[in-house]
Each structure stands twice: as structure tokens, then as C-alpha cells.
């Protein structure tokens, strides 16, 4: 059974650090991406990362803060945020498809975490 653990959220002050963790299980899946959703809003791509961890990608609003990384010996993933703003308020989501090709969409991703809360306040 295939499955996306994440943890790590919680509530910080602005300017602070989290780092959020999703653990896979039952395959190896080719890319690993991080999704956001704040209330009231769709859900928005945070971060990529190719099967190699070559290949990454962020969304503008989190370049220079955020940082993603995978451990494929550990079937992991990871996503350290550093300088969180109280726009970074959210919950956020670890998804996984098996193709190797990147995706901002998050349509073309298979599997989902449950989601962890990240709550910054001013």
C-alpha cells in the first residue's frame, strides 16, 4: 500500500524555520513535489524535485527561502523553509507521481500526504 507520511508543521513567529518531512512507502516514486493550500484559496506548487535531485524547482514567492531535498536510500523527501513570512500560512501537502517528468500541477501527481499545518503569525 502506497503511502505519503508528512510532519513537521506548526505555529512560528515570521522570520523563523521549519522543516517539513514526508516519508514514502510501498514504491519509489520518480518525482516528489510540495503543494500548499490556505484557506480560501486553491492549492499552489511550492517545490520539485527530480528523481536524481538534479533537476529542482520552486515557486517564485518561496525562492531563497524554501529549500527541497530527497533521500531516495530513505524514501524521503524534505522542504526547509527558512525566513517564513505570515503569507507562508498554510496546510501543506507531499505529493508524488512515478513519472520522472516535472509537474506545477497538482492534477498530474498520484498520490497525496494528509497534510501538515504551517501557521506563521506576525
Known amino acids: 500500500q502506497v503511502q505519503l507520511v508528512e510532519s513537521g508543521g506548526g505555529l512560528v513567529q515570521a522570520g523563523d524555520s521549519l522543516r517539513l518531512s514526508c516519508a514514502a512507502s510501498?514504491?519509489?516514486?520518480?518525482?516528489y513535489a510540495w503543494f500548499r493550500q490556505a484557506p480560501g484559496k486553491e492549492r499552489e506548487f511550492v517545490a520539485g524535485?527530480?528523481?536524481?535531485?538534479?533537476?529542482?524547482y520552486y515557486a517564485d514567492s518561496v525562492k531563497g527561502r524554501f529549500t527541497i531535498s530527497r533521500n531516495n536510500a530513505l524514501n524521503t523527501v524534505s522542504l526547509q523553509m527558512n525566513s517564513l513570512r505570515p503569507e507562508d500560512t498554510a496546510v501543506y501537502y507531499c505529493?508524488?507521481?512515478?513519472?520522472?517528468?516535472?509537474?506545477?500541477?497538482?492534477?498530474?501527481?498520484?498520490?497525496w500526504g494528509q497534510g501538515t499545518q504551517v501557521t506563521v503569525s506576525s
Open positions: 524535485i527530480s528523481w536524481s535531485g538534479s533537476n529542482i
Open positions: 505529493a508524488a507521481r512515478g513519472a520522472r517528468l516535472h509537474s506545477n500541477y497538482p492534477t498530474d501527481y498520484d498520490y
Open positions: 510501498g514504491r519509489i516514486f520518480g518525482t
